[in-house]
């Protein structure tokens, strides 16, 4: 369900915007797509898991949010972020 750490620091090797950067929105929702995916598939096998199923739709909804901002402020990013991670058609 967890990432690991070393998923993590690839992700925000591959997302950051400069050097130092561990939490813009483009790594924020990298970060949440993953977890997001990770989920999903427990609970393919764990139906009744209604807690992680809360959780889940949690999640969702702030990647929505992170996702209308990096539209809202950057559409060329938000533009490459939906191409890379694969999110639209």
């Known amino acids: 369900m967890s990432i690991t750490k070393t998923d993590k620091q690839n992700l925000i090797e591959k997302f950051r915007v400069h050097e130092n950067d561990t939490g813009s929105a483009e790594v924020q929702v990298a970060i ?9 598939e427990h609970l393919k096998l764990n ?16 990647r929505k949010r992170l996702i209308e901002y990096l539209k809202n402020h950057d559409l ?3 533009k490459k972020l939906i191409k890379d991670l694969g999110l639209r058609k």
Not at 32 to 40: E, F, K, S, V, Y
């Open 47 to 62: 139906k009744t898991d209604h807690a992680s199923r809360r959780g889940l739709v949690m999640m969702v909804g702030k």
């Open 76 to 78: 060329s990013k938000y």
């Open 32 to 40: 949440l797509t993953t977890r997001i995916n990770r989920l999903n």
